[in-house]
């Protein structure tokens, strides 16, 4: 089999499209709750706490040079990485409880009962015939 006819075969399984879909859907998903956090959640929470915009707070290490810029610990900048995976981990975990919510939850049809073989419906009348001769 011919590396192409395995690829061809690999990318058409239901499992690789569905990833696929669901990582292109992710980064979508990803970037509207960014944009959630970055320009709905976070004007407030910054005006709450004295007007700080979470990304300029930084401590600077090292002056600029003549040939170098400022060495800057941006400690804000994770501050708001670390708000937005907790705000889009919290809205992920709301969304699949939705989810498991609207899924139907059908009952599982009772199992059908198993058709008994020639031999079983044999030896069901044999026995059966036993059962008549004893007194």
Do not use: C, H, W
């Not at 590396?3 to 990582?23: H, P, R, T, W, Y």
């Not at 300029?56 to 990485?81: C, H, N, R, W």
Request: aromatic residues 6%; charged residues 25%; proline residues 7%.
């Amino acid at each position: 089999m011919s590396v192409l006819q395995e690829f061809k075969e690999f990318a058409i399984k239901g499992n690789a499209v569905d990833m696929s879909v669901g990582i292109i859907i992710g980064a979508a998903f990803g970037k509207i709750v960014s944009s959630i956090v970055a320009d709905v959640i976070m004007p407030p929470i910054g005006i709450l706490i004295g007007g700080v915009d979470f990304s300029d707070l930084a401590i600077k290490l090292k002056d600029a040079s003549e040939d170098a810029p400022a060495v800057m610990l941006k400690y804000g900048a994770f501050l708001q990485t670390v708000i937005d995976f907790t705000i889009i981990a919290f809205v992920i975990f709301l969304v699949i409880k939705l989810i498991n919510k609207l899924k139907k939850q059908e009952p599982t049809p009772p199992a059908p009962t198993p058709v008994p073989t020639k031999e079983e419906l044999l030896l069901a009348e044999i026995r059966d015939l036993l059962k008549e001769r004893k007194p």
